[in-house]
């Protein structure tokens, strides 16, 4: 039975030569564009089986009007809103500050997500400000807030292993308690693939 809860999902339109970037030449850049839309719609269906389909915003980029944030929206009824212009901290507090309540944002990087990290993520809010779910990589896969701050994401070196040790300096600076139930690791390195192939081949798209 899912929750209730407002979610929100940062994605790119898959576009070639736009997402996954990283990944080429380990796989081609159309094997990359597959890949992408694959862990979407696998993101997607983890979300609707926590949380009710109309408390999940989908903010789109690139292509606000790509065939597949269309082809979402009529399928499983979620609303689509486009991402404002700004860096990656500008974007999340945008969607989180838009809740008007405490919830969650993640990307569509991590493929080990689960419906119970998300419940536990969002009932660690009734205590602390914020609950994140740091990455491997010195990021973080999922953030949520009981009030959205701008501070919170203000001078992140965004797409560097500092981003969570940063993080965790502006919410010491608000006074803020947080919470951190799991670590965990998303695809975004060419090692990243040796790793979805043992534990999760169904989501490869070769």
């Known amino acids: 039975?899912?929750?209730?809860?407002?979610?929100?999902?940062?994605?790119?339109?898959?576009?070639?030569?736009?997402v996954k970037t990283r990944l080429v030449p380990a796989i081609s850049e159309g094997e990359a564009v597959r890949l992408h839309e694959r862990l979407l719609r696998h993101t997607l269906a983890v979300a609707l089986e926590t949380t009710a389909c109309h408390r999940i915003t989908l903010w789109t980029a690139l292509d606000h009007a790509h065939p597949?944030?269309?082809?979402?929206?009529?399928?499983?009824?979620?609303?689509?809103?486009?991402?404002?212009?700004?860096?990656?901290?500008?974007?999340?507090?945008?969607?989180?500050?838009?809740?008007?309540?405490?919830?969650?944002?993640?990307?569509?990087?991590c493929p080990v997500l689960t419906p119970g990290l998300l419940y536990r993520c969002q009932a660690a809010l009734?205590?602390?400000?914020?609950?994140?779910?740091?990455?491997?990589?010195g990021g973080y896969v999922l953030v949520g807030v009981r009030h959205a701050n701008r501070r919170l994401f203000?001078?992140?070196?965004?797409?560097?292993?500092?981003?969570?040790?940063?993080?965790?300096?502006?919410?010491?600076?608000?006074?803020w308690r947080l919470a951190c139930p799991a670590r965990l690791w998303d695809?975004?390195?060419?090692?990243d693939l040796g790793r979805m192939a043992r534990e999760l081949p169904g989501l490869l798209p070769y």
């Open 1 to 18: 039975m899912s929750a209730d809860f407002p979610l929100a999902i940062l994605a790119k339109a898959p576009i070639p030569g736009e």
């Open 68 to 109: 597949l944030f269309l082809e979402l929206a009529a399928r499983h009824a979620i609303e689509l809103r486009p991402q404002p212009e700004g860096d990656l901290g500008e974007r999340m507090h945008h969607a989180l500050a838009h809740m008007g309540e405490p919830g969650l944002l993640i990307g569509s990087d």
């Open 126 to 137: 009734t205590e602390a400000d914020a609950v994140f779910l740091p990455a491997e990589d």
């Open 154 to 175: 203000a001078s992140i070196d965004w797409g560097t292993d500092r981003v969570m040790a940063q993080t965790r300096e502006r919410a010491k600076a608000l006074g």
């Open 187 to 191: 695809v975004d390195r060419s090692e």
